[in-house]
């Protein structure tokens, strides 16, 4: 009967942490009287090697808890902190947008974030191990796994970008500052000519870098006519993976200590952007801007749909990295605490980087005498555009380049890295024979990811990025999350939940984190997969749009991961079906037997 099958397939019984353990006997030679030997025997228990709750060997753990916080919090600030939040935040009510934000941050970022940290740590398994507890939703482990390296494949080229216009900081004069060079074209105009309605076609020396010395969008005509990829990208983003590769090929004794500079080096920088950025022209304006609180736009859903979808995505939760982070953490480390502290750390960061950001677009907004509007967006185009060209305006842009794109080097590397840990520690758990291969398995993961981001490297590869970019990791990461927290709240129950990390931490969590878990969490989740889907616009680059087969193979890869959900149950329930049919016959013969 299904109710049968079900039982098994939904969650084992855990075994009772009162249960005694082996016992060895121990012959001990008392003494000897008249050529008799006596001898006294006791039942002892052995010398306790460290083990988790399923009695296996302790896995290899962190050097440091501050290794394993870094790497958190390095993994959970990256690039859209910078490039993604100040903008956000700007748009939509200023001060405002933070009552949204901090609404869905305290009844679903932190929750979630806290169930992963637990649920990693408790286990000791990467993203797909972890269903043990409940394996008809091992499927769920498999899809974030694949949600990792698809991401891996395209934010590795933004890390290569940042590394191009590293090199090109170590010059005299920056690259970006006029219009005099071979990549230019005749659109090319500096901002102070770009007064009139009739020069809405003009670009500056900054964008044409980007697009046109960099990208070499200009050779393309669409993403069915990609070219080669492009050496200079391309070297960068091997340097970008050899790096990736040092750092993890050792698991968490060597990726503990690159997050040290990684993780620490965005905010030093930010801290000296941020000192340099108040002291120009303009910058108070544009720190007014950021901040100018207007309630009215809390009246629009919108607001509240951007601030939802942000959380999701700035704290990371979905990836199968803060499961893979944990589990390399000591058994009775206190992951409530970590997850309060790092998640508050990550949404800190992003409010600190608005006053960095629009300092600079306040200045570039005086300098051009154009509205801030103007000047402020999100995505490549602030890091990539605008905040170069605000930066090359200053004397010794040079130095401040380098400090720039060093910061947003870090930021992506350890972001990067906690996506590669995800993959190579979900696997590797899963499949037991890789753990002897560790570093074969890691060069195997980044050398495929190696030869995937060519796509993204070509003339055309802009492309490419921004089909990725809009597949891999957006609905399908909110599906991801919302089973995986429908199959922690209500097949293998909140209560049971609740007992792993009293087990762990020696406290039971609050009524309100299983309220979240249980009810407010999942329909959140719920509500972001449907708005998600209701909201759906296809992609696009500037005025290109997407040919309709290019939209189906995104469609795909999204769907490639979702599809591991049912996937994996169906085959789970058929081969228990099949397991209790062969035991029902093998009970048959005995008896005719």
Not at 476 to 496: C, H, K, Q, T
Request: hydrophobic content about 45%; aromatic content about 16%; some cysteine.
């Amino acid at each position: 009967p299904f109710c049968t099958v079900m039982s098994s397939v939904v969650a084992p019984e855990k075994p009772t942490s009162n249960t005694m353990g082996p016992k060895e006997v121990e012959l001990i030679l008392v003494k000897e009287q008249n050529g008799v030997q006596f001898t006294s025997t006791t039942l002892v228990t052995p010398t306790p090697t460290q083990t988790n709750p399923s009695g296996e060997e302790e896995r290899e753990t962190w050097g440091k808890k501050i290794d394993f916080l870094l790497s958190v919090i390095g993994f959970a600030v990256d690039l859209a902190n910078v490039w993604r939040f100040p903008y956000l935040c700007y748009k939509n009510g200023g001060g405002a947008f933070l009552v949204p934000y901090l609404f869905f941050m305290v009844i679903a970022g932190m929750p979630l974030f806290y169930m992963e940290l637990a649920l990693g740590q408790y286990n000791r398994e990467g993203a797909a191990g972890v269903w043990k507890i409940c394996p008809i939703f091992k499927g769920v482990g498999f899809t974030v796994i694949l949600i990792s390296l698809y991401v891996g494949f395209y934010y590795n080229v933004i890390i290569s970008w940042a590394m191009f216009y590293l090199f090109s900081s170590f010059t005299g004069e920056l690259p970006w500052v006029h219009c005099n060079n071979t990549w230019n074209s005749p659109n090319c105009s500096d901002w102070a000519d770009n007064g009139s309605v009739s020069d809405i076609y003009k670009a500056t020396p900054a964008q044409e870098y980007f697009e046109r010395a960099v990208l070499h969008i200009q050779d393309s005509n669409g993403i069915d006519n990609l070219g080669r990829p492009r050496w200079q990208l391309t070297s960068c983003l091997a340097v970008v993976i050899v790096l990736l590769y040092f750092s993890l090929w050792k698991g968490v004794k060597t990726s503990g200590k690159v997050v040290w500079i990684t993780a620490t080096m965005p905010y030093v920088v930010l801290t000296v952007l941020l000192l340099r950025g108040v002291t120009l022209p303009g910058a108070i304006d544009g720190i007014k801007a950021y901040l100018s609180v207007d309630f009215l736009r809390l009246c629009d859903a919108k607001v509240w749909i951007e601030a939802a979808t942000q959380i999701c995505f700035s704290l990371g939760v979905g990836f199968g990295v803060l499961i893979a982070f944990s589990s390399y953490n000591k058994f009775s480390n206190n992951c409530y605490r970590d997850a309060i502290i790092t998640s508050s750390i990550n949404s800190l960061t992003s409010f600190f980087s608005g006053f960095v950001v629009f300092s600079f677009l306040g200045y570039m907004s005086q300098k051009h005498n154009v509205a801030l509007d103007k000047v402020a967006r999100d995505g490549a185009g602030l890091v990539f555009v605008i905040y170069p060209e605000a930066i090359a305006t200053l004397p010794g842009s040079s130095i401040w380049a380098v400090i720039f794109f060093i910061m947003l080097l870090t930021l992506g590397i350890d972001s990067a890295m906690g996506g590669m840990e995800s993959v190579i520690t979900g696997l590797i758990d899963e499949f037991k024979f890789l753990h002897k291969h560790r570093e074969l398995f890691t060069l195997f993961i980044v050398v495929s990811t190696f030869l995937i981001s060519l796509f993204c490297v070509t003339n055309g590869g802009m492309y490419v990025f921004t089909l990725l970019d809009h597949f891999a990791a957006g609905t399908s990461i909110l599906f991801g999350v919302l089973i995986e927290a429908i199959g922690i709240a209500w097949f293998y129950g909140v209560d049971r939940f609740s007992d792993d990390i009293e087990e762990m931490i020696g406290h039971r969590p609050g009524r309100y984190w299983r309220l979240c878990w249980k009810f407010v969490s999942p329909c959140f989740l719920l509500f972001m997969v449907v708005v998600s889907f209701a909201t759906f616009n296809p992609p696009n680059y500037g005025s290109y749009m997407f040919p309709a087969w290019a939209n189906m193979l995104g469609w795909c890869l999204a769907m490639s991961s979702m599809t591991m959900v049912p996937l994996y149950a169906i085959y789970k329930l058929c081969t228990l079906e099949w397991e209790r049919k062969k035991e029902r016959e093998c009970e048959r013969e005995k008896e005719r037997g």
